[in-house]
């Protein structure tokens, strides 16, 4: 039976992504809207945007958008089309599109990468029945204890199940074949191993499993 998802963070997306996915609404207007039909919060159909229209869109506070802004343009995401002054908003227009995450950036524009390798890993793990870490380490790039790590840590949150368990080590043994739970993905954003050794789903806005939970569980129906 799938695990059930420890709880629900309040909140939901975090406000970067709810800027970004605003971005990219505003830059891909949709053609069931009909040729020069103009998204809320956009500059005209040609896919640009302000500040402030973006702050609409995504319902996030001025200050946080503006900053968010700066870090993309410095890292090439934005284009700055005019520059604004005195009463008047800068122009912007999406340049290079990172896809449904949002890009992680500091406001030099330099990518922060740690995070990136759950993505790779993800990516093969989403479409492959039958897998072994170190399988996963090598389509992903990722070291292979890193894989395993992740692996386990997945199958604690019910998104796999070992289908022929390992055994051993070394050359004489056998690694765990892992196979992945398809109902249990609800997205493309990768499960995400938190610091409280907990799995969050970025997709579903839930903790899914927490370190220590499942016991304390099994403690509550002794009571």
């Keep these: 039976m799938p695990r059930k998802p420890i709880t629900e963070l309040s909140g939901g997306k975090s406000p970067r992504q709810r800027i970004w996915e605003a971005i990219r609404a505003l830059s891909t207007p949709s053609p069931a809207r009909g040729e020069g039909a ?3 919060g956009a500059c005209s159909d040609l896919g640009t945007f302000t ?6 869109a995504c319902k996030v506070e001025i200050l946080p958008v503006r ?6 343009v410095a890292g090439g995401w934005l284009l700055t089309l005019s ?7 800068s122009v912007y227009r999406l340049e290079k599109d990172n896809g449904i995450e949002a890009p992680r950036v500091r406001r030099d524009g ?3 990468t740690q995070g990136s390798g759950n993505e790779a890993m993800w990516g093969a793990i989403s479409v492959l029945d039958n897998f072994s870490a170190q399988t996963i380490a090598d389509i992903s790039g990722a070291n292979p204890s890193t894989a395993k ?3 386990l840590m997945l199958a604690k949150a019910g998104y796999l199940v070992a289908a022929e368990p390992g055994k051993g080590t070394g050359r004489g043994g056998k690694p765990t074949i892992w196979s992945t739970v398809r109902s249990r993905i609800s997205g493309p954003r990768a ?3 938190t610091r409280l ?3 969050y789903d970025p997709n579903l806005h839930q903790v899914m499993w927490m370190a220590g939970a499942d016991e304390a569980a099994e403690e509550m129906d002794h009571v």
């Design 38 to 40: 103009i998204v809320e």
């Design 191 to 193: 499960p995400m191993i």
């Design 51 to 56: 500040a402030d229209g973006l702050s609409r």
């Design 149 to 151: 790590t992740y692996c």
């Design 110 to 112: 330099i990518e922060v």
């Design 67 to 72: 900053e968010y802004i700066k870090c993309l």
């Design 83 to 89: 520059q604004g002054g005195r009463g008047v908003n």
């Design 197 to 199: 050794k907990a799995i």
